[in-house]
Each structure stands twice: as C-alpha cells, then as structure tokens.
C-alpha cells in the first residue's frame, strides 16, 4: 500500500507485535543516495529509537522493521552525510492497530462434544435417511412401478 510521498508497507495496516516491510523511493533515492537509513521511534515520546540501514534495489531503498505495542510508528530517512527527508520536519508517523483478539483461540477451550450430542446427531442422520427412502419408495411400491432386484444365488 501507499502511504505517501514513496513510502509503501507491505501490508494494509500496521499491526502492533508484528514485522513490516517498508519500501522507499523518495527524495534520497531520487537524488542517487548510495546508502540511506531510517531512523525509526514509537509513540508520540519517539521510544526505542534506532537506526537501520536499507538495502537498495532498482525501485528504491527497502528495510524491515519490528512493531512494538505502541500506538504510532515515526520515521524519517538519511542519506549518512546529513540529508534528511523528514517529510518537511513533520516526520512520518503512522498508527499502529492492535492485534484484533477475536482471531485469537483461547486456550481453554472446551473443544470435546456433549455425549448426547453426538446421538442425536446420529438420530437425526438416521430419521433423514428413513423419511428419504419413504418419500422415493413407497409412491413406487403403491403405483406398482417398483422392481425388487433379485439376487441369483447360482452366480
């Protein structure tokens, strides 16, 4: 996805505790940077600061990067001799969406069937299979259209 100004994840959001891929084609790039780092912090304190340098490619610079569980991802990119591209010294700054936990099992789970539940399902397996040969025999039988197949023991 685009974010802006040549900035892609690999992703459609950013997820809290998870890894992501960030794409970068802008200014640097544009300029023929031989190398070009992103320096990278969370919240809105700039937590954990770090520098990480990118690998480039021919469509632009790529890095990956750990999330932490803070609400906002802040970066912003320099070439190591002192040019930045900082977004206009507002830097860049993304949310970073908590992981959703409806998706995640529990782990107390009560996965075993009720006893009694598996025989009524057999049951009802059972009374489905009588009604259908009822409704596909006995109009047969009555009209007189049905042919009982007759095993030759001879065979």
Same mark, same amino acid.
């Given at each position: 996805?685009?974010?802006?100004?040549?900035?892609?994840?690999?992703?459609?959001?950013?997820?809290?505790?998870?890894?992501?891929?960030?794409?970068?084609?802008?200014?640097?790039?544009?300029?023929?940077?031989?190398?070009?780092?992103?320096? #990278?912090? $969370?919240?809105? !304190?700039?937590?954990?600061? +770090?520098? @990480?340098?990118? *690998?480039?490619?021919? =469509?632009?610079?790529?890095?990956?990067?750990?999330?932490?569980?803070?609400?906002?991802?802040?970066?912003?990119?320099?070439?190591?001799?002192?040019?930045?591209?900082?977004?206009?010294?507002?830097? #860049?700054? $993304?949310?970073? !969406?908590?992981?959703?936990? +409806?998706? @995640?099992?529990? *782990?107390?789970?009560? =996965?075993?069937?009720?006893?009694?539940?598996?025989?009524?399902?057999?049951?009802?397996?059972?009374?489905?299979?009588?009604?259908?040969?009822?409704?596909?025999?006995?109009?047969?039988?009555?009209?007189?259209?049905?042919?009982?197949?007759?095993?030759?023991?001879?065979?």
């Amino acid at each position: 996805m685009e974010l802006t100004k040549n900035i892609f994840f690999n992703t459609d959001k950013l997820v809290a505790n998870s890894t992501v891929k960030i794409s970068y084609s802008g200014k640097l790039f544009q300029e023929n940077a031989e190398e070009v780092f992103i320096h #990278y912090g $969370f919240g809105k !304190e700039w937590n954990n600061v +770090a520098d @990480v340098a990118m *690998e480039k490619t021919e =469509l632009g610079f790529q890095a990956e990067i750990n999330l932490d569980d803070s609400d906002s991802f802040n970066f912003c990119f320099n070439d190591g001799k002192d040019n930045w591209d900082n977004n206009d010294n507002q830097n #860049y700054s $993304f949310a970073i !969406e908590e992981l959703p936990t +409806a998706l @995640v099992l529990q *782990e107390n789970l009560d =996965l075993d069937p009720k006893p009694g539940l598996r025989r009524a399902y057999i049951w009802s397996k059972k009374i489905r299979l009588a009604v259908y040969k009822i409704i596909t025999y006995l109009p047969k039988l009555i009209s007189g259209n049905y042919k009982r197949k007759i095993h030759n023991e001879e065979e």
